[in-house]
T-cell receptor, first 114, second 111 residues
Framework: DTGVSQDPRHKITKRGQNVTFRCDPISEHNRLYWYRQTLGQGPEFLTYFQNEAQLEKSRLLSDRFSAERPKGSFSTLEIQRTEQGDSAMYLC????????????FGDGTRLSIL | GQQVMQIPQYQHVQEGEDFTTYCNSSTTLSNIQWYKQRPGGHPVFLIQLVKSGEVKKQKRLTFQFGEAKKNSSLHITATQTTDVGTYFCAGLTGGSYIPTFGRGTSLIVHP
């Protein structure tokens, strides 16, 4: 079990630029989640995949956000035309199939918008 | 939508004192999970409660799930500096694979 891997760990960019983050889940986990976390808050759900299918996306999520999991393995999260309010920690988590399974989180990508 | 509220937001204790955090859901849950996040780290799964009235223990940590499956608590006996971190509850409703996290309780232990 090599754990959930996220890249990069930190990203600093200017407002208006596009950014892309990558998540490599634990290999046998077919369910993958993206969350956003800001200081003093719990992880906020963004989107969720079962294998390559994106099953749910938060209604609060801007159209500037898009996620893919093309082969049901790694996933990418892209933010277009970044805004100051996008500054946060972006967490990826994976879990095996079946009910009552815990999520395993990666170390996250910290995004700072200048 | 489902809401999960957690109190207190912060708790300062002297090492050796006990600590409790409470979690309340606006809807009945199918199960509840607890996670710990160390400063600068990521959430790490601690435990899951499924049954009404369930109580589980992990060394000095005691987890409870309410009879109505709408509230839960985590109690730490005789805190240690290694207990420092933020404790999150995450509730799931029937059939959903998407947990709703509380905002967490940050535990600060003074030696």
């Amino acid at each position: 079990d090599t754990g959930v891997s996220q890249d990069p760990r930190h990203k600093i960019t200017k407002r208006g630029q596009n950014v892309t983050f990558r998540c490599d889940p634990i290999s046998e986990h077919n369910r993958l989640y993206w969350y956003r976390q800001t200081l003093g808050q719990g992880p906020e759900f963004l989107t969720y995949f079962q294998n390559e299918a994106q099953l749910e996306k938060s209604r609060l999520l801007s159209d500037r956000f898009s996620a893919e999991r093309p082969k049901g393995s790694f996933s990418t999260l892209e933010i277009q035309r970044t805004e100051q309010g996008d500054s946060a920690m972006y967490l990826c988590a994976s879990r095996p199939d079946g009910i009552n399974q815990p999520q395993h989180f990666g170390d996250g990508t910290r995004l700072s918008i200048l | 939508g489902q809401q999960v509220m957690q109190i207190p937001q912060y708790q300062h204790v002297q090492e050796g004192e006990d600590f409790t955090t409470y979690c309340n859901s606006s809807t009945t849950l199918s199960n509840i999970q607890w996670y710990k996040q160390r400063p600068g780290g990521h959430p790490v799964f601690l435990i899951q409660l499924v049954k009404s009235g369930e109580v589980k223990k992990q060394k000095r940590l005691t987890f409870q799930f309410g009879e109505a499956k709408k509230n839960s608590s985590l109690h730490i006996t005789a805190t240690q500096t290694t207990d420092v971190g933020t404790y999150f509850c995450a509730g799931l409703t029937g059939g959903s694979y998407i947990p709703t996290f509380g905002r967490g309780t940050s535990l600060i232990v003074h030696p």
